[in-house]
């Protein structure tokens, strides 16, 4: 509950997570009433090493993403640094690859 938002909505396709949604949904999200800020992300599959080490990633827009989830905490230059960086990513400060697949 930490991470969650009373003002803060997600959308995504009704089909799945893997199927985004037409990116001119933007621009008609943000004209809602009461809407500050409109974002977006995909989900795709990672491994690191060997397949047995999957895991989640989503590419994003940067910028109006991290001003929506203010509760990332980055440091200054490592903001600015993912930001110039289009190949750039941002990984919590305790993740570790499984190294048994789990």
């Keep these: 509950m930490e991470a969650s938002s009373a003002t803060r909505l997600v959308t995504r396709n009704a089909v799945s997570i893997i199927f985004p949604l037409p990116h001119f949904y933007k621009d008609k999200i943000q004209q809602v009433?009461?809407?500050?800020?409109?974002?977006y992300g995909t989900w795709f599959g990672g491994v690191y090493g060997e397949e047995k080490n999957?895991?989640?990633?989503?590419?994003?827009?940067?910028?109006?993403?991290?001003?929506?989830?203010p509760e990332f905490i980055i440091s200054e230059d490592n903001k600015e640094s993912?930001?110039?960086?289009?190949k750039g990513c941002v990984i919590g400060k305790n993740w570790q690859p499984s190294l048994d697949g789990r």
């Design 33 to 39: 009433n009461g809407v500050k800020t409109v974002s």
């Design 54 to 69: 999957f895991f989640a990633n989503f590419a994003v827009e940067a910028r109006s993403f991290l001003d929506l989830y």
């Design 82 to 86: 993912f930001l110039k960086d289009q």
